[in-house]
T-cell receptor, first 107, second 114 residues
């Protein structure tokens, strides 16, 4: 049973559009990590969020950790084809990963 | 600085056989973790080794085992292979043990059991 639920499972958008993906759990996490995995590669850490309510920005990516530290979101502004990949969240309590959101950005 | 190296990249084995996968961490990293990734179950934690000792273990049967050598290189062994063991096996290295330290993943070994 996945303790971390990610939505949507698949997302296909045009270049330039904005999008938000979600990571939800019934458990409280001390911190949560977001990774991006490209085809044929291992996941690469994007960010670690630690404090409830925290917002972190990484260029066009904005990460938010819920106040109760049970959920998180990733917002991408003006998506580009290079953003294509599998976005995974992981609860740092026990390094349990969500199933991921597979994003495709079409040029 | 070289990244995490996993060998082999691809492997085909027959049901009932055993297999050993290798992971060389980033120089200076002492923690190596192993994961199994499948389309149905996603990315699942197998175990973590730090300074040649298993520090954490996921919920996998005893057929899955590992070890770490004094140079921090790690091997993972799966005995009596089953069709369901077909997966991408990833290892990740980090400086320290514990979940809060940044992990760097290798490209993985894709194992196919026929």
């Amino acid at each position: 049973t996945q303790l971390l639920e990610q939505s949507p499972q698949f997302l296909s958008i045009q270049e330039g559009e904005n999008l938000t993906v979600y990571c939800n759990s019934s458990s409280v996490f001390s911190s949560l990590q977001w990774y991006r995995q490209e085809p044929g590669e291992g996941p690469v850490l994007l960010v670690t969020v630690v404090t409830g309510g925290e917002v972190k920005k990484l260029k066009r990516l904005t990460f938010q950790f819920g106040d109760a530290r049970k959920d998180s979101s990733l917002h991408i502004t003006a998506a580009q084809p290079g953003d294509t990949g599998l976005y995974l969240c992981a609860g740092v309590n026990d390094m349990r990963f969500g199933a991921g959101t597979r994003l495709t950005v079409k040029p | 600085k070289a990244g995490v190296t996993q060998t082999p990249r691809y492997l085909i084995k027959t049901r009932g056989q055993q297999v050993t996968l290798s992971c060389s961490p980033i120089s200076g990293h002492r923690s190596v973790s192993w994961y199994q990734q499948t389309p149905g179950q996603g990315l699942q934690f197998l175990f973590e080794y730090f300074s040649e000792t298993q520090r954490n273990k996921g919920n996998f049967p005893g057929r899955f085992s590992g070890r770490q050598f004094s140079n921090s290189r790690s091997e993972m062994n799966v005995s009596t292979l089953e069709l369901g063991d077909s997966a991408l096996y990833l290892c990740a290295s980090s400086l320290y043990t514990g979940w809060n330290t940044e992990a760097f993943f290798g490209q993985g070994t894709r194992l196919t059991v026929v």
